[in-house]
């Protein structure tokens, strides 16, 4: 069983800055990819951003030149940095991994709540 766990959440004013870490339980290069969704209260789940094993990142257009997807594979873990949040921004993020075998794994979730 795949575990993920956020973290990196909390509360920041508009234009503030966070760094979501997200932690896997194996060999992140087993994954095809890995990437960030949010959902926020009343709305549905959206994709964030991605990074594949191959080291390509996609990102939503609404984060683009905001949010930076990374990785370290020493400690199997992704991050999202995200910068100049508006109160938009506010949700909850959530760790996706896809296997090769298009098996979709999901941690908990972090809260990320932006002030105006």
């Known amino acids: 069983q795949v575990h993920l766990v956020e973290s990196g959440g909390g509360l920041v004013q508009a234009g503030g800055s966070l760094r979501l870490s997200c932690a896997a339980s194996?060999?992140?290069?087993?994954?095809?990819?890995m990437g960030w969704y949010r959902q926020a209260p009343g709305k549905q789940r959206e994709f964030v951003a991605q990074i594949t094993t191959g080291g390509t990142t996609n990102y939503a257009d609404s984060v683009k030149g905001r949010f930076t997807i990374s990785r370290d594979g020493a400690k199997n873990t992704i991050y999202l940095q995200v910068n100049s949040l508006k109160p938009e921004d506010t949700a909850v993020y959530l760790c996706?991994?896809?296997?090769?075998?298009?098996?979709?794994?999901w941690g908990q979730g972090t809260q990320v709540t932006v002030s105006s």
């Open positions: 996706h991994a896809k296997s090769y075998a298009f098996t979709d794994y």
């Open positions: 194996a060999i992140m290069f087993s994954f095809d990819a």
